[in-house]
């Protein structure tokens, strides 16, 4: 017996370090932010459905500020009643990234990973995402991509081994102040 749970002890540990050591890290960014050009109001174009933005059907936008050493993060959605949800929260970057690595927070301690996969060199939309390839954004400057740049986002996530099918455009109809 004492066998028996030593060998499924040792394959249960061994199954959760394969699990553990997928090729998450390897996920490239761009080489580097310039933050102060980051911040600021951007649009959702697209996103990957989860569960912390369910109740949003339109005119998903962030803006971004500086706040004591961190950046202030301030998610705002029209949700199905017509109602703007808002969600604030806390972001710092993650040492040696370049400023392309953040860890986001919007119910502390537990953070999530935001990385800046692909960047428009005049900072007017950007890829973001994170290793696990579960969630993703394509934001904006405006209310609306380019074709092209939404085709090179969509481009930069398939290599990056996302499927282009999860991504779902956001509806954008009217601005929230």
Known sequence: ????????ATLLGVSLLSACNEDYAA?????????ERYL??????????????????????????KDEGAIRVINRCRKQDGKIETAEGIAKI???SNNAKLRVSFFRPFYG????????????????GE??????????????????????????AEKLGYKISDFKQSPQINSIE
């Open 1 to 8: 017996m004492l066998k028996k749970i030593s060998v499924i």
């Open 27 to 35: 996920m490239p960014t761009v080489d580097k932010v310039d933050v």
């Open 40 to 65: 600021g109001k951007w649009y959702e174009i697209a996103v990957i459905p989860n569960r912390f933005q369910s109740m949003c059907v339109a005119d998903t936008r962030a803006e971004y500020r």
């Open 94 to 96: 993650v040492d040696g």
């Open 113 to 128: 990973n935001y990385w800046i996969l692909d960047l428009d060199p005049n900072y007017q939309w950007v890829l973001v």
């Open 131 to 156: 290793p696990s390839r579960k969630y993703g954004w394509v934001l904006s400057r405006n209310m609306k991509l380019e074709p092209e740049q939404w085709q090179q986002a969509m481009k930069t």
